[in-house]
């Protein structure tokens, strides 16, 4: 039965009531990360060292995934245009549940529960009206999904739940159609945006990148403990022409763009595939999967701290002053004064994401 979306709102109350099994009984699990290996593709959880707890097959290549915030639960979510997300319990990595994205949508690959962990929202295309929607997914009723709201723009990649019980969208404003693949069908014309929504979903503040770099993909999201935004882009033209591919963000401020000295920043290749803030919330990182590397900045004043060359970089995680990092060539990396290899799984190629669980 569809629910209208005043329902959906007012319904809040109602998550005390679901079943609860926590995070305290899940064991060792810690991060999850998708991969493609020589049989295809599968998640998998991690312990803090790296080594495998648990793994399952995804139907085709994974992206991201939301950790719900009490229960041993997540959902994994296909690869833009992907159509599905995998729901898993984090005790064993037992599927749950799967879920479609409806006719005319697909998922892009990240999303987020409410902060009472009744709902789950969606990042999706409507890809015949070129728009962005939000899908909201009940799961005190399996999953079902109950509305959608709009994004705020296009292509709404990541989700992130605030602090304040809100949520920050990066629209990208890339809009495609999976007929075309992943062909943008509006570069000259791209706005992409920061969106802030209430817990209500009602669409707040929104910070618009000046005209000049209007295509800088806004894409990967992550706050700081303080409530500091921080936004990674990846550019759209010549890579030689990319400008600061990391944004910086309080409400009510306008953004800051920050870039390490002009030699390293070219060799990012105007694309930053994760970010992550430390967990003291000093410092924030960039990662490059085509320029194999990293980068860190100091959080308050934005100023370049470090690099560190990796093969294959993507997959960022915050540790208490430093970060895990993934990558294509199957390691697991501490990021600190230098890269310790903590694991290396030599069949699996890393997709872009390592999503902490036990840190939530």
């Known amino acids: 039965m569809q629910t209208t979306r005043r329902a959906f709102l007012a319904s809040a109350a109602a998550a005390s009531l679901l079943p609860r099994t926590g995070w305290a009984a899940a064991g060792d699990p810690a991060y999850l990360a998708a991969a493609a290996t020589g049989e295809g593709f599968r998640l998998y959880g991690l312990d803090e060292g790296g080594i495998e707890i648990f793994s399952l097959p995804l139907p085709d290549r994974g992206h991201a995934a939301a950790a719900h915030p009490q229960v041993a639960e997540a959902v994994a979510f296909a690869r833009r245009p992907g159509t599905f997300a995998i729901v898993l319990d984090c005790r064993d990595g037992a599927q749950i549940a799967e ?66 019980g809100g949520f920050a969208v990066a629209n990208g404003a890339l809009d495609t159609h999976p007929d075309s693949d992943r062909v943008i069908l509006n570069l000259a014309t791209m706005q992409p945006n920061l969106t802030y929504l209430d817990a209500k979903g009602a669409i707040g503040e929104q910070v618009m990148l000046p005209a000049a770099i209007h295509s800088n993909s806004i894409r990967h999201l992550a706050q700081a403990p303080d409530g500091q935004v921080g936004f990674a882009m990846q550019w759209q033209e010549d890579m030689l ?12 401020d306008a953004a800051r763009f920050v870039a390490a000295p002009d030699a390293l920043h070219r060799k990012m290749q105007g694309y930053a595939g994760s970010i992550a803030f430390s967990g003291d919330g000093t ?69 872009n994401h390592i999503v902490p669980l036990l840190r939530i």
């Not at 005319?104 to 009744?118: E, L, M, N, P, S």
């Not at 022409?241 to 009510?252: V, Y």
């Open 99 to 164: 879920l479609a994205s409806p006719e005319g949508r697909h998922f892009y690959g990240h999303g987020a529960f409410t902060a009472d962990g009744r709902y789950l929202l969606t990042t999706e295309n409507d890809f015949e009206k070129g728009e962005g929607r939000i899908g909201v997914w009940d799961r005190a009723e399996g999953y079902a999904r109950i509305d959608d709201l709009p994004s705020g723009g296009i292509g709404p990649h990541e989700i992130l739940r605030l602090r304040d």
């Open 283 to 351: 410092r924030v990182a960039i990662s490059s999967p085509k320029g194999s590397r990293v980068q860190v900045f100091d959080a308050t004043s934005g100023a370049f701290l470090l690099e560190r060359e990796i093969a294959d970089v993507c997959g960022l995680a915050a540790l208490e002053s430093d970060f895990i990092t993934t990558d294509g060539t199957g390691k697991l990396c501490r990021l600190d004064t230098a890269v310790r290899v903590l694991a290396d799984h030599p069949t699996e190629a890393w997709d």
């Open 241 to 252: 022409t990319a400008p600061a591919l990391l944004g910086l963000h309080r409400r009510g």
